[in-house]
Every structure is written in C-alpha cells, then in structure tokens.
C-alpha cells in the first residue's frame, strides 16, 4: 500500500506565501517524477510544477517566478513554496508521484487526497 499525505493547506492573504508538504510512505522501491496539481472550482485540474528524480523541474507559466518546488529524496517528501500568492490561486492543490512498489515491475501515479489553498482578503 502507498499513501501521499499532503500538508500545509490554508487561508492566507493576496500577496502572502504559504508551503505545501507531501510526504509518500508504503512499500516504495523507487519514486521518479513528483509534482503538484490544483484544481479550482469548476474547473479542470491543472499541472502547477513537477520535479523529476535527478531535480529538474517544470513550472506552469501562471506561476512561474512565484513557486518553487522542491523534494527531499531521503524522506520521499515533495515540497511547494508559494509566493506572492493571488486570489486566482485559490484551489485545492493535489501531490502526485510516479513510482514503483516492490516487487512490482511498473511504474504507476499515485495521488494525495488534496489540500485547500484560499487566497483572499
């Protein structure tokens, strides 16, 4: 069994920064890309930034130069700093991670059950 256990979710001002936690725990033999997702009210999910297993990352252009994602390959845990946050933000943000179990010969994406971020005054 694998769990993606978000954190860090919240309300916080336009302009404010927030930072999200992932953490992955199970069987797990090998995590490749992790990432963060968000999905707004009434609209589709969308990717926000992904992180491969040697570091390379790729950001959304809507927040490009205001996020930073990041990952602590030792604790299986992907990280999202948040600043200069606008209200257009406001989502709920899901972490993703595509891995393999042990004793598995595949590679499978897994997701958080999402955290709540709310940007407003």
């Known amino acids: 069994q694998v769990q993606l256990v978000e954190s860090g979710g919240g309300l916080v001002q336009p302009g404010g920064s927030l930072r999200l936690s992932c953490a992955a725990s199970?069987?797990?033999?090998?995590?490749?890309?992790m990432g963060w997702y968000r999905q707004a009210r009434g609209k589709e999910r969308e990717l926000v930034a992904l992180i491969t297993s040697g570091g390379e990352t790729n950001y959304a252009d809507s927040v490009k130069d205001r996020f930073t994602i990041s990952r602590d390959n030792a604790k299986n845990t992907v990280f999202l700093q948040m600043n200069s946050l606008k209200p257009d933000d406001t989502a709920v943000y899901f972490c993703?991670?595509?891995?393999?179990?042990?004793?598995?010969?595949?590679?499978?994406?897994?997701w958080g059950k999402g955290t709540l971020v709310t940007v407003s005054s």
């Open positions: 993703s991670a595509n891995l393999r179990r042990l004793r598995y010969l595949y590679d499978v994406d897994y």
């Open positions: 199970g069987n797990i033999f090998r995590i490749n890309a």
